[in-house]
């Protein structure tokens, strides 16, 4: 067993350790969350953004001034999303709140992929893909009115879009609130899949005064409690195992 390897698992003990002393655990997660159910990454070396303008594409004022532009882009979302499926991480997570070790999860993705693996108590800060209302006049729409970029059935405008927040918007409030108010209570926070770099979601690790753990492909090079490099899908399978042991 290499260094790394040795590293590795000492850190999953640990996190083990971590969660089945703990009062009030909360979950931060991100885009590498998702990876491993073929959700490609944006920031990493892959991701989406390496050959897209994200700063044009999700912004709200291209829905608004360059509809066909923004309407590409969510199309091939939505497709990539098509059969999407949890993983092995999502359910340890799930299994963990129906055990009552963490209390719930604020996460970054709009896949709803927490939600299907049965975790209850979701904060989905950058809301759900698969959402749709018409950006001018709020009423619902469906996945495939927008897929087809079909005009608004209530208003007639060419302005359906997914219930996400796009540059230029604020985070809904109440979902924000929720999870700031959750975390400050928590005595430890699992920061799983997150690069840190998108305001305001990158403050909420320094919101609790309690343990924090940072699980992700590569450093940030923030400090944490607890730093274990790797795919999420493993770490958390094999956090579990010791749980259950």
């Known amino acids: 067993m290499d260094n790394l390897a040795a590293e590795k698992i000492a850190g999953i003990k640990q996190l083990?350790?971590?969660?089945?002393?703990?009062?009030y655990a909360l979950v931060l997660t991100g885009a590498g969350m998702d990876t491993e159910?073929?959700?490609?990454?944006?920031r990493g070396k892959d991701g989406l953004w390496q050959n897209i303008d994200a700063r044009v594409v999700a912004d709200?004022?291209?829905?608004?001034?360059?509809?066909?532009?923004?309407?590409q882009f969510y199309k091939e979302r939505l497709s990539a999303m098509t059969d999407v499926l949890p993983h092995a991480g999502h359910y340890a997570l799930a299994e963990l709140e129906k055990k009552?070790?963490?209390?719930?999860?604020?996460?970054?993705n709009i896949s709803g992929l927490h939600l299907k693996a049965?975790?209850?108590?979701?904060?989905?800060?950058?809301?759900?893909l698969k959402k749709v209302f018409c950006d001018n006049c709020g009423a619902p729409a469906t996945t495939q009115e927008l897929y087809e970029m079909k005009p608004c059935s209530a208003c007639s405008e060419l302005a359906l879009r997914p219930n996400v927040v796009f540059f230029g918007e604020a985070l809904p409030a109440d979902v924000w609130n929720k999870a700031v108010a959750e975390i400050k209570k928590s005595d430890l926070l699992l920061i799983i899949g997150t690069s840190?770099?998108?305001?305001?979601?990158?403050?909420l690790p320094y919101l609790t005064a309690g343990k924090t753990v940072f699980i992700n492909a590569e450093d940030v090079g923030h400090k944490f409690d607890l730093t274990i490099i790797g795919k999420a899908k493993e770490i958390l399978s094999e956090t579990m195992r010791y749980i259950n042991a």
């Open 196 to 203: 840190l770099e998108v305001a305001p979601v990158n403050q």
């Open 100 to 108: 009552g070790i963490i209390k719930g999860i604020a996460t970054q």
């Open 118 to 128: 049965g975790s209850k108590r979701v904060y989905e800060l950058h809301g759900d």
């Open 37 to 42: 159910s073929n959700i490609p990454d944006f």
């Open 16 to 23: 083990a350790e971590f969660l089945l002393q703990s009062d």
């Open 60 to 71: 709200i004022n291209t829905i608004r001034q360059n509809y066909k532009v923004f309407h």
